[in-house]
């Protein structure tokens, strides 16, 4: 096995192949506080590449309610219990070093073994495949909370900003996270899944595919699917035509994937990021990306222990446990839920710029406004101003211009009751 160096953990991993990295890299922000739950994203997706016979079990995008929703069914805790028994049996912890946080190890160093350190003699990472009924369905226990009060799973309710019922959940959000060091591929005995060097994006080669399905199951977040017809595993492609801007509607620049456009929630933020030979993503402050993932650290990946350095990054929920929230996005969980609370004026300003165009932002400017608001936030003052993003696409043409303050338009007494 290989060296590579993984950003999110902070230190250097064992991998299947040597480092090398795209020369820009297809990231996304999801912001679980903002979400509906109303799988628009999950429908647009279904409609756009697997409404075909032989897909009808696959959901390239899927939006669970945690604790206990998942697709496959309880595919993270069940990858979870096989990474601590490897722990265990190899007398180490999973713990995270948060002291040693710098530039190149933003959450500090995570000590613990990740999936390909795991790994058994016959395969490239720790995973197990699920059997048909865990696919069944796409979202078992949709909506479903914990039990009052809230604790019977034996997680601190510690952190947790919860109303008056000691009860919750939250939707998460998933495709495949066209990983830096995905499993998938290091899996693959017939080298059929390749990350492009132009956009990093994980594909499946479909002519190469023989459908042994090691793939499916060695990514731990499961998310490629076996489609019997055809007998090959397909996985998300991230809408590769519109973020190559070949679509018909892109009109020469790079645009966001359909599951991020259609969101009613407002909850996605999608673009590509410049990425060094080292892996590290270049500086680039005007970034809207860099700013939540970066500079603000409010955006975390899912699972960092794992150890594909996953590009979809997630603001965790206000008002779930610490604890659950910790296991799930890695130690940066505390700042980031502080930060996004009580955000500073260019994060207010980014956080206006989710869903207000189709085309991918690359840069955004800030356009200082009057102080609108004075009061406290976490004990602490906090101030807010009107100020006005704006985002530029590919060709630097502004696509994007809003206000934090909403603005009220009045309807035209003429027009009073016209739709
Ligand atoms: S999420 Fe899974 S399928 Fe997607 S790139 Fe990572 S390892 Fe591969
Ligand atoms: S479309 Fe947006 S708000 Fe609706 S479920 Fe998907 S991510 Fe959540």
């Not at 699972?303 to 996953?310: I, L, R, V």
């Given at each position: 096995m290989a060296e590579v160096f993984n950003w999110h953990l902070g230190r250097k991993m064992t991998y299947a192949f040597d480092e090398a990295h795209p020369q820009r890299q297809f990231v996304a922000v999801f912001n679980i506080n903002r979400c509906i739950g109303c799988q628009t994203c999950t429908g647009a997706c279904k409609a756009t590449w697997t409404f075909s016979k032989g897909q009808e079990y696959m959901w390239w995008n899927n939006v669970e309610s945690k604790p206990y929703g998942g697709y496959p069914q309880h595919w993270d805790i069940k990858i979870l219990q096989l990474l601590e028994a490897a722990h265990q049996a190899a007398g180490r912890s999973a713990e995270w070093d948060p002291s040693k946080a710098g530039p190149t190890a933003p959450y500090g160093v995570y000590d613990g073994l990740t999936i390909s350190e795991a790994a058994g003699a016959e395969e490239q990472a720790l995973g197990y495949l699920p059997p048909d009924a865990e696919w069944r369905a796409p979202n078992f226990y949709e909506d479903t909370s914990t039990a009052y009060p809230g604790d019977r799973l034996g997680i601190s309710l510690e952190g947790a900003s919860l109303p008056e019922h000691q009860t919750w959940f939250f939707y998460l959000q998933r495709i495949c996270n066209h990983c830096t060091y995905p499993a998938c591929a290091a899996a693959c005995p017939r080298h059929a899944i390749y990350k492009r060097p132009e956009d990093g994006i994980v594909l499946i080669d479909q002519a190469r595919c023989r459908g042994y399905r090691k793939c499916v199951e060695q990514c731990p977040y499961k998310k490629p699917m076996y489609r019997g017809t055809t007998r090959t595993s397909e996985k998300c492609v991230a809408c590769y035509p519109r973020v190559e801007a070949s679509d018909p509607l892109s009109e020469g620049v790079p645009m966001e994937t359909r599951c991020m456009a259609v969101c009613p929630g407002k909850i996605r933020l999608n673009g590509l990021v410049d990425v060094t030979a080292d892996g590290a993503w270049v500086e680039a402050p005007d970034h809207p990306l860099y700013t939540l993932v970066r500079q603000e650290q409010v955006a975390l990946p899912l699972?960092?222990?794992?150890?594909?350095?996953?590009n979809i990054y997630y603001i965790p929920p206000r008002w779930a446990p610490r604890a659950y929230l910790r296991q799930m996005f890695g130690p940066g969980v505390d700042q980031a839920i502080a930060r996004y609370a009580a955000p500073s004026r260019r994060l207010l300003a980014v956080l206006q710029l989710f869903r207000t165009t189709q085309r991918m932002i690359f840069r955004y400017e800030v356009e200082e406004g009057p102080l609108v608001l004075e009061t406290e936030v976490g004990g602490l003052p906090w101030q807010m101003y009107d100020d006005t993003a704006i985002g530029f696409d590919a060709q630097g043409r502004e696509v994007a211009r809003l206000s934090v303050i909403e603005p009220i338009y009045e309807r035209p007494a003429e027009r009073v009751n016209s739709i």
């Open positions: 699972y960092p222990q794992f150890g594909t350095e996953p």
